[in-house]
Nanobody
Framework: QLQASGGGLVQTGGSLRLSCEAS????????VGWFRQAPGKEREFVGG????????YYEDSVKGRFTISRDNAKNAVYLQMNSPKPEDTAVYYC?????????????????WGQGTQVTVSS
């Protein structure tokens, strides 16, 4: 089970950290991705961290602003959002995929957490 948390209201230029905590599974054994869905839009990949090592990948619009990290001791993955913009407003989801899942493709993930709302005000 995955539990996403940390969403809320943040101003442009501020920062917010989302957490994805796993129970019953070890996050280091999975690719973990962050996705988001804004009203009226399709779900999109934000970024992810591969199961082996610490390589991270990001969607172009968040590169340089968002950072994903993993804490194996806490069995959690984090999405640090710096300098968010109003267009980052969405429900954010974390997901975990077994070996063989494609980081950018949500349909290949096996487990999803509930979403957490992020609202960025200008």
């Amino acid at each position: 089970q995955l539990q996403a948390s940390g969403g809320g209201l943040v101003q442009t230029g501020g920062s917010l950290r989302l957490s994805c905590e796993a129970s019953g599974r070890t996050v280091s054994s999975y690719n973990v991705g962050w996705f988001r869905q804004a009203p009226g839009k399709e779900r999109e990949f934000v970024g992810g961290i591969v199961w082996r090592g610490s390589n991270t990948y990001y969607e172009d619009s968040v590169k340089g602003r968002f950072t994903i990290s993993r804490d194996n001791a806490k069995n959690a993955v984090y999405l640090q959002m710096n300098s968010p913009k109003p267009e980052d407003t969405a429900v954010y989801y974390c997901a975990a995929g077994r070996y063989g899942s494609h980081l950018y493709q949500g349909t290949t993930y096996d487990y999803w957490g509930q979403g957490t709302q992020v609202t960025v005000s200008s």
